[in-house]
């Protein structure tokens, strides 16, 4: 143990991680005002560039919280949840898009297990309401119930409706948070977050309660195939 701390390799990372954390604390860097100085002297284009990136990029496994909070720092919490929400409903629908125009069809044909036809029954026959819990769960990645979905049954218009209601919430409370760093929230907004987030941990809450309706008889095997 005594040897691996005196390793010179290792001595050397450490010496060079607190220097760049020196670094990093003493070169100036813009304050939250001026980066909102910043974006508001670009112009209207730049929320519509903004929301262009973040629509797309968002379509690859790329962690949309990123945009979320930058949207409430760069143009506050009005116009940050419009941008938010609608460029991560054009992104969810992207994905969908892709995922089905690329594979579904091959990953259709193998939908035949049991568990695997009970998680596409929830998605054809309550999908909105299952694709909304989902999107209710932070820990749960954003692209990965994109593409799930994908190679579902779900329909498009719940699809996009639910998550649409699903991202609210926690979108609300991110570009809120990021507001807040300028210190010029509004504090209804803050009240307006909380709200949300209490009516999403509730749809939560109602979809683990609701069954699922069983696969149709058709779709079990029969004795001899079993």
Known sequence: MRKRLRDPRLIAVVVACIALFVAAALVPHPSVDQIR??????GPTFPLLFFVAHALITVAPFPRTVFTLSAGVLFGAVTGIIVAVSATAVSAVLALLLVRAIGRDAF???????????????LA??????VGSLRLIAPVPFSLVNYCCGVSSIRMAPYLL?????????????????????????????????????????????????????????????????
């Open 37 to 42: 100085s910043w974006a508001d002297s670009v």
């Open 108 to 122: 259709a044909s193998r939908l035949t297990h049991p568990a695997v036809r009970a998680i596409d029954t929830r």
């Open 125 to 130: 026959r309550r999908g909105w309401l299952a």
């Open 162 to 226: 639910a998550t649409i209601v699903g991202v609210i919430p926690g979108t609300i409370g991110i570009v809120v948070l990021g507001d807040a760093l300028t210190g010029r929230t509004d504090p209804a907004l803050l009240v307006l977050s909380g709200v949300c987030i209490a009516i999403g941990v509730a749809g939560l809450i109602v979809d683990a309660r609701l069954s699922v309706d069983a696969p149709d008889a058709e779709s079990k095997p029969t004795s001899s195939e079993a």
